[in-house]
């Protein structure tokens, strides 16, 4: 028994291992996704769409596919006049990635407190998308010609909120490793 124990403790610490490298890689991701749309870097937008490769062998490809689509919005709206300043979409990257971090670092660590904080982020990433998508509507409505850069402009906001939809997932999952209950985000508040 105690032997079974031992590989079964050497497998999860290889696991949790290669979660942080692949945490790291989509960390990463994210940043350069980033800087691709904000510094207008097509070049670095290329890189990323090559680097997705390294992360589909791990096991976040779904957040690492997400920042992909960034870098592809990214090279469109690089070929177009900037719409406007960005300001709500860097933050909503910067909490998606603090979201990413926190929630491998819970699972890491094995801790529902921790994972429960990266859920609760959760909302600010939401309320920011719609601030997003009422004002880049506003463009639209005041000049047509803006909607194919503003639509792109509202799928990087998406994209952004759903990499934080998948941070609170594997929040939700270590939750239910932890403690053995079955939280979803909306009811969160109630079952503290």
Known sequence: MEKLQRHFQEQLDLL???????????????????????????VLAKRIMQDDEAVDRYDLERIADLATNVADRAIELNEEPQLKPFIDIPLMARRAQQMVRGALDAFVQRDPIAARAVIAMDDELDRRMEQVFRELLSFMMEDPRTTTRALRLMFVAKYFERMGDQATNIGEQIVFMAEGRVIKHPSLSTER
């Open 16 to 42: 949790s291992e290669k979660i942080l490298v692949m945490g790291g890689l989509v960390e990463e991701s994210i940043g350069n996704c980033l800087s691709a749309l904000v510094d207008r870097n097509s």
